[in-house]
């Protein structure tokens, strides 16, 4: 029993801020999975918390980066207000091949340049791999925002990749964190794609 508590206790943290945390997290992701508008209470006291726990551990980072989060949140919540079905569901629209393009750019860009200032100024393990997971996440975020369908194949490689840094860097608990994501990110998928099918069937 103890090994249970101990990987739990490594995997949300011990402190009650993080644990907190940790569970609206998991609400959060289920209700955007059900396309439900719901998720943004959930998400923006849960980026609030954690831009706390960033700052208290000295992450600054992640703390601007939980910043965007707060501002991109209140957006999508806005946003899907105003585009949602008889259901009170979110509308499923997919991505352009410019947006494609555009995002595809943007990865690679954002993490060439972040990779390299962080290999190049700083003590950073794995630079290249880190800034990838930043700015997919940052994409994702946004087209989760415009409720993109494609979010969740971004969340998904961020999910893929994230899985093994942290195992490589031995933080287990946390790659298996990671590995639930990843399955719920598949979910998100198909449900979005289904919705979006009957979508196009009705009109």
């Known amino acids: 029993m103890g ?8 995997m949300i943290g011990e402190r009650p801020i993080e644990i907190i945390a940790f ?10 999975v059900r396309r439900s508008i719901w998720n943004y209470p959930f998400g923006i006291v849960m980026v ?41 569901l979110v509308i499923v629209e997919r991505v352009s091949k410019h947006g494609a393009l555009l995002c595809v750019f943007a990865a690679l860009a954002g993490t060439g340049v972040t990779g390299w200032l ?8 794995y630079p290249f791999w880190d800034a990838s997971i930043l700015w997919l996440s940052i994409i994702a975020q946004l ?9 969740w194949l971004v969340w998904v490689a961020v999910d893929i990749i994230a899985i093994g840094l942290y195992w490589t860097k031995g ?27 009957r979508g196009e069937a009705v009109s």
């Open 3 to 10: 090994g249970v508590l101990d990987f739990l206790t490594g």
């Open 23 to 32: 569970f609206l997290g998991l609400a959060n992701i289920t209700l955007i």
């Open 48 to 88: 609030s918390l954690y831009a706390w726990i960033f700052y208290g551990a000295k992450l600054y980072s992640d703390v601007i980066l939980q910043i965007f989060f707060f501002i991109v949140q209140c957006y999508g919540w806005a946003h899907w207000l105003s585009r949602r079905d008889e259901e009170g």
């Open 118 to 125: 962080m290999s190049a100024y700083t003590d950073a393990s």
């Open 143 to 151: 087209l989760l925002a415009r409720r993109i369908l494609e979010n």
């Open 171 to 197: 933080l287990y608990p946390t790659a298996v964190l990671y590995l639930m994501f990843l399955i719920i990110s598949a979910i998100g998928y198909f449900n979005w794609r289904r919705a979006y099918r």
